[in-house]
């Protein structure tokens, strides 16, 4: 028999075990950040690319800096892209863990309103014939294009789904379409692609890589990723809420219809505004929340950070061996997430007793 | 707490649902919507916790119409407890329990949140379920779970779609005698939709009978479950009997005239086919 303060005490236990997994997580986080960076051609050890990064965080301890190569190697070229695709995956995460409570679906990923063929057309568009929104040539013609193309599939969606009440059922169905039409006319812009080099680039575009990483690009991603995950956040409960359906989450005082269209448009707009620099990254925005729910359970006030944890170190691990793997040259990393993703996940899928959705 | 409902009518797309539903509840009692399938129990229910809005007429509590009231703030007056509740991803009975509190949490969960919902899973006799999870239980555990899910919200109305559905004789007898009870030992009045006619007889301290989304008699369980309403509003000829617990008892006998022919019809036309199978499996 259980008496009240065991009920008590289980629930504490069960919060603190959460709390816990997220923190080793993010410990780990650390750690492979710190080797990632240290990984590579013309490689500075591990102590000297630890030395360079504490060097220029705490400058007031005179740690030496090392070589001005180590120095250009570590913080120009390694960790823009380390940073990258920490941000990166933890954005995709945290939109594919908020879509998925929101839609009630374990099939969703951030893709479902078919914003990675919104952004694939805009991409190709600029990369093919140079036309973009921003009408010339600039510096950001492919990344505007792929945005904004991103942001009309996410309108289009919304829109057709309002025509017949917002629900799953609708943004799902909507997002399909939606999904198709743009992947058709990717396909028609591939086909009559004048030149060969173009329709390469479109194609290594449509894989997904970090290699583009840049201080300046980061600058960019990094604001509008943290807002939209904050903003996740904190509907937090409203996806739990949610999840019992939509008359229970009525009843519980939640709009649930507002706060689908809401939290739907954060994860797009999160989602858009990286993989407009990155191309769509598969498979990290589907994988990541399931692995977080199965290691802490739905509670989305401890899964959207645990998600975005366990996204951010997939990533990085992925993007690493996309850097390894072939060198000098190296693998587009959309094709690493999916390759290690697929097993790792079955893996993960089959040695759990629990089942995890319904 | 006093919830008056005023010309209620309720359309889904042209087909009315509700129409015209004058209705006054009073404290602390138990009332049952009875009444065929399609005859707007649900849509009653639905309308009232606003999960629905009525095209026409109101619904007031205290005086107040309940589309004044935030929804964040109804939450703490009404409860629903929906027909079926499952989760698509697994949360456990504490955490379900805990979400009927998120009228009051704006983000941590207190001690007297924790507090209020190890008493009422105490009260519902379920604190050996509280770390297994919602979809792993009965049926009969499932829909207590939820009850308690709706209490969490500390309501004064509970409203319960056909509770007891899905449950064996025994967990009916403990659902429907823990929310008679409540209204007893608490402020709160109830109001259930009802398949089962002698369940709602035995429970219910009122009744109402609808046909066809308007309200065909209302009052204590002698006066609405009668030979003639039964006829006249199921099409089904019944016997009521008083039973041993001193409450009206329905036994139903047949369908009305048309109904008999038409079972007599259907009955000829299976054992045609019956035949016709056998003789298929000769050749």
């Not at chain 1, 858009?272 to 509670?299: C, E, K, N, Q």
């Not at chain 2, 379900?96 to 507090?115: C, H, T």
Request: charged fraction near 15%; charge should be positive.
């Amino acid at each position: 028999m259980s008496t009240a303060s065991e009920v008590e005490r289980l629930y504490a236990k069960g919060k603190r075990r959460k709390v816990l997994v997220i923190l080793y997580a993010s410990i780990a986080l650390l750690i492979i950040t710190v080797i990632s960076v240290s990984l590579g051609a013309g490689s500075p050890r591990f102590m000297e690319a630890a030395q360079v990064i504490l060097s220029r965080i705490f400058p007031f301890l005179e740690i030496n800096p090392g070589s001005k190569i180590t120095q250009i190697i570590i913080l120009d070229i390694r960790l823009p892209r380390v940073v990258l695709a920490i941000i990166a995956g933890a954005g995709l995460a945290a939109s594919g863990a908020t879509m998925q409570g929101v839609l009630r679906n374990p099939l969703v990923s951030p893709y479902i309103l078919g914003i990675s063929a919104a952004a694939g057309f805009g991409a190709a568009l600029a990369i093919v014939f140079r036309m973009g929104v921003l009408g010339a040539y600039s510096g950001y013609l492919v990344v505007v294009n792929a945005f904004m193309f991103s942001l009309l599939a996410l309108s289009m969606v919304l829109s057709i789904a309002r025509m017949r009440g917002i629900t799953p059922e609708t943004v799902i169905l909507a997002g399909v379409a939606v999904s198709y039409l743009f992947s058709a006319m990717l396909s028609l812009i591939q086909y009559v692609a004048p030149e060969y080099d173009a329709l390469r680039a479109v194609v290594f575009w449509l894989m997904g890589q970090l290699y583009v990483a840049r201080w300046e690009d980061i600058l960019i991603i990094l604001p509008m990723v943290l807002a939209a995950i904050a903003l996740m956040m904190r509907h937090s409960w409203d996806m739990n809420v949610m999840s019992l359906g939509e008359e229970t989450a009525m009843s519980l005082g939640v709009n649930s219809r507002r706060v689908l269209v809401t939290c739907m448009a954060l994860g797009a707009f999160a989602t858009a505004s990286i993989i407009s620099f990155t191309g769509a990254i598969g498979f990290i925005g589907l994988v990541s929340p399931h692995i977080a729910r199965m290691s802490i359970g739905s509670d989305h006030r401890f899964l959207l950070p645990c998600s975005i944890v366990l996204g951010a170190c997939l990533l990085l691990c992925s993007d690493t061996l996309a850097r390894l793997v072939l060198m000098p040259s190296e693998i587009p990393v959309g094709i690493i997430t999916s390759l290690i993703g697929a097993p790792f996940f079955l893996y993960f899928l089959l040695s759990r007793r629990r089942r995890f959705w319904h | 707490m006093k919830l008056i409902l005023n010309k209620l009518s309720f359309n889904y797309n042209s087909i009315a649902a509700l129409k015209d539903v004058d209705l006054e509840v009073d404290l602390n009692e138990v009332l049952s919507i009875v009444g065929p399938n399609g005859s707007g129990k649900t849509t009653l229910l639905k309308c009232i916790d606003r999960i629905l809005k009525p095209n026409q007429g109101a619904v007031l509590i205290d005086g107040t119409d309940v589309t004044n009231i935030r929804l964040g703030e109804l939450s703490k007056i009404i409860g629903y407890v929906p027909q079926t509740s499952t989760s698509t991803f697994p949360f456990t009975v504490f955490d379900v329990v805990l979400m009927g509190r998120r009228p009051y949490i704006r983000w941590s969960v207190s001690e007297r949140d924790r507090e209020i919902v190890t008493e009422i899973l105490k009260f519902l006799g379920i604190s050996e379920l509280a770390a297994r999870h919602l979809n792993e239980l009965s049926g009969g555990e499932q829909q207590k779970v939820i009850v308690a899910r709706a209490l969490a919200q500390q309501p004064q109305i509970l409203l319960l779609d056909e509770p007891t559905s899905n449950l064996d004789i025994k967990h009916q007898l403990e659902v429907l005698g823990i929310i008679k009870d409540l209204t007893r030992t608490r402020q709160l009045s109830v109001i259930m939709a009802m398949h089962d006619l002698n369940l709602a007889s035995r429970f219910s301290d009122k009744m109402l009978l609808l046909k066809q989304g308007c309200i065909y008699a209302v009052g204590t369980p002698e006066s609405v479950l009668t030979e003639e309403n039964i006829e006249s509003v199921y099409g089904v000829k019944s016997h009521v009997t008083n039973s041993v617990l001193d409450r009206p008892q329905v036994t139903p006998i047949a369908p009305m005239a048309t109904g008999v022919e038409n079972l007599k019809m259907i009955s000829e036309i299976t054992s045609k086919y019956k035949s016709k199978d056998r003789t298929d499996d000769a050749d």
